[in-house]
């Protein structure tokens, strides 16, 4: 089966959810003898090979160097490229509904589409009116003319079904299973004045809907002295973003990292002592996924999207409620042993349901049956 993927940033992943997921399935399905080829944004990938270590195919095309059009501008040249100068292949995975809006072009060529759409993009804090109806359009495109829609959470699934009369396919994110001992772990550590269990976790965009001010705030009102550590950032200019930076940056207690990867990431999430996330608007949150995997304890908002992935194996504050966050997190801190109980109940659940090779045999399944 020859397959293309298109709408993410590329290969190897190095932003959000999108590209952790496309990195895990694509590697699977090489793995097992499809051809993969996922379409990349030649200005964030200097250093550009041709093919990934597990055998995935690399294409490099440019974007629009406007932000509001850069993702829909690459998206644009790889429908150009895969209509045009890669006929062949016939099954094409998108990514993010906003690009829902090319299906029908890539559906006159004969292409099977499916497209991923993650959470209601349109209710996110940071697109504008023009921004919100192009998401919109696309879902509208996407439901008239994919092939297919894949949902990661039961929410999404059911808006379709009430708002669109649509059915999707839900398969949720994997998480990927970090080790207990990471190599070096204690230099990763000492990097950032920070001892193994004895500090908070929180790994996220630096935008409104992901809560970070609102994490803050309730963590100054503990009684502990342990730090929070925030994993994390956005592009300079981005007022939420700078006031957190000029506000924080300095604090003792509160450390901003900026983003880190590979390593130096497993590191830091491995040896926390809880994470912790205010995110109001998710999907099935690839780093929640992570911090389970890595038996670390786990306290989110209680928003429906986390209660789905959760299920009875992780706790949540009152949704939205900040004060009940500070109040459920002081009594982990005042209880210790159980933060060790419930991480151990998190990690179990994370083995059990959500198998990257499992997930990737779902798509592989989806398309053979579309």
């Known amino acids: 089966m020859k397959i293309a ?12 959810g999108f590209e952790t997921c496309a990195e895990h399935t694509t590697k699977h399905w090489a793995k097992d003898k499809h051809e993969v080829l996922v379409y990349c944004r030649k200005h964030l990938y200097p250093n550009r090979n041709l093919k990934t270590d597990d055998g995935v195919y690399l294409k490099y095309l440019s974007s629009s160097p406007i932000k509001s059009l850069e993702t829909l501008s690459h998206t644009f040249l790889a429908v150009l490229h895969l209509c045009f100068f890669n006929r062949k292949t016939k099954i094409v995975h998108i990514y993010n509904c906003g690009n829902g809006i090319f299906i029908p072009l890539l559906r006159l ?10 959470g209601l993009e349109w209710k996110r804090k940071k697109w504008g009116v023009i921004a919100k109806s192009m998401y919109k359009l696309g879902a509208l495109i996407s439901v008239k003319f994919s092939n297919h829609i894949i949902v990661d959470n039961k929410i999404v699934e059911d808006f379709y079904i009430e708002n669109f009369k649509k059915k999707t396919s839900l ?35 630096f935008v409104k809907e992901k809560g970070v001010e609102n994490l803050i705030q309730s963590y100054l009102k503990l009684n502990t002295d342990f730090p929070l550590v925030i994993i994390g950032d956005d592009v300079k200019g981005n007022e939420y973003r700078d006031n957190i930076f000029s506000t924080y940056d300095s604090h003792p207690k509160i450390k ?6 590979g390593k130096e990431y497993e590191a830091i999430l491995t040896n926390a002592l809880m994470y912790i996330s205010a995110s109001e608007l998710e999907g099935t949150s690839p780093s929640l996924l992570a911090a389970m995997g890595a038996k670390v304890c786990t306290l989110v908002n209680g928003i429906e999207e986390n209660l789905a992935t959760l299920g009875d194996f992780g706790t949540v504050f009152k949704k939205n409620d900040y004060n009940n966050l500070t109040e459920k997190w002081q009594y982990f801190i005042d209880n210790p042993l159980t933060i060790e109980k419930m991480a151990l109940k998190g990690h179990n659940h994370v083995i059990d349901q959500y198998s990257w090779s499992n997930i990737a045999k779902q798509y592989i399944s989806l398309f053979k049956r579309n």
């Open 5 to 16: 993927v298109i709408g993410i940033r590329g290969l190897p992943a190095n932003y959000s």
């Open 256 to 261: 901003l990292l900026g983003y880190r990867f």
């Open 171 to 205: 398969i949720a994110y994997g998480a990927k299973i970090i080790g207990e001992n990471i190599e070096n772990d204690s230099d990763y550590l000492n990097k950032f004045e920070i001892s193994s269990k004895k500090y908070f976790l929180f790994v996220g965009r």
């Open 109 to 118: 060529f004969g292409k099977k589409t499916f497209i991923s759409v993650d």
